[in-house]
């Protein structure tokens, strides 16, 4: 697709830490997702997937991540170059390389 990462100076490649913290949404939301699957399922209260998401802990962790989508969806298109939340947070931009 002819794009790379870069830190915000636009002058290196992001490091490790940045790496992470690109992507720190997506994993705090699948751990704490995993977390209350393996709770379900130790304590024998798993029966199907509907269940994940009818209590209160799945209710809060399906609008956590349709709510982070979002927020990466509104703020990348009101920004001049198109960073979202991941990218403010990791002090990175995505840049065209022809």
């Not at 509104?74 to 065209?96: G, L």
Request: glycine share 4%; proline share 2%.
């Amino acid at each position: 697709m002819h794009v790379k990462v870069m830190d915000v100076s636009e002058e290196r490649i992001p490091s490790l830490a940045q790496a992470f913290l690109r992507d720190a949404g997506f994993i705090a939301t699948n751990t704490f997702s995993l977390v209350y699957f393996v709770y379900l399922v130790v304590t024998h209260q798993y029966v199907d997937a509907r269940q994940q998401t009818d209590t209160l802990p799945g209710i809060i962790l399906t609008y956590a991540g349709s709510g982070w989508f979002l927020l990466e969806i509104i703020t990348m298109f009101t920004n001049a170059k198109r960073r979202a939340v991941h990218d403010f947070i990791a002090k990175t931009v995505v840049v065209n390389v022809d």
